[in-house]
């Protein structure tokens, strides 16, 4: 989901700005989820290890990476606004940057998601397997589709979004590398949104962490027949 999420983000150009919105704010409350999901086991995760353990870290670089692509699409579509205040930057320097930022954002984000997107998947289609009722299907199928849907579209895009960030940052045939001002302002977008993404996940798993005890949860007798 939040690969697919951001491939719709960063290469849309902005045409769309409502659809954009939308998705922001989807992968924000995903990415919400996910931390908090995963912070109400964490503790517990650490005590029991194995697949346990794997599957909420799973969870947690999911989250960062969701709070990282946020962050980084605000910081892109703020940077017209921003940095003429600093620094008298022309329209064409502007989107040079935005394509970098974009391009490093999209490569990082997708090599998170990607391969935890596969155990995601292999869990899901494992749980369907073993009990093969109808959500578990459902699960596995959306899971199925959705990972099949990212793989190719990062098969696609991740090469030439990887030969634009190797072009601006060390030149190639017949190019010169991007200007040094480009260079470190799309650096310092990546940074601020990555640092952003995994402190705001981090916030949030620890206070889920805090607030629940998942073995003290399991110990309570439960009301019912």
Do not use: H
């Not at 931390?35 to 346990?52: D, N, Q, T």
């Not at 090599?111 to 494992?126: C, D, E, K, N, Y």
Request: net charge positive; hydrophobic share 50%.
């Amino acid at each position: 989901m939040l690969t697919l999420c951001m491939q719709i983000i960063l290469f849309n150009g902005g045409r769309d700005m409502l659809a954009i919105i939308f998705l922001l704010l989807v992968n924000f409350l995903i990415s919400w989820g996910n931390a908090k999901s995963v912070g109400r086991y964490w503790s517990e995760s650490k005590e029991l290890g194995g697949f346990f353990w794997l599957y909420v870290w799973i969870g947690y670089i999911m989250s960062i990476a969701g709070f990282t692509m946020v962050y980084g699409y605000i910081l892109l579509m703020a940077l017209p606004y921003i940095l003429p205040l600093v620094r008298d930057t022309s329209p064409e320097t502007i989107m040079a940057i935005q394509q970098l930022a974009s391009d490093a954002l999209y490569v990082l984000v997708g090599m998170a998601v990607i391969p935890t997107g596969f155990l995601i998947w292999f869990q899901s289609v494992a749980n369907f397997w073993e009990r093969k009722t109808v959500p578990n299907a459902i699960v596995a199928g959306w899971n199925t589709y959705v990972q099949f849907k990212n793989t190719v579209t990062a098969a696609r895009e991740m090469p030439s979004a990887i030969g634009r960030l190797a072009s601006a940052l060390f030149g190639g045939k017949g190019k010169k590398k991007a200007d040094t001002y480009v260079i470190l302002v799309a650096i310092f977008v990546v940074i601020v949104a990555a640092l952003s993404g995994y402190l705001t996940a981090s916030a949030i798993l620890k206070k889920a962490d805090r607030e629940y005890n998942a073995f003290e949860y399991a110990e309570k007798p439960q009301l019912g027949n």
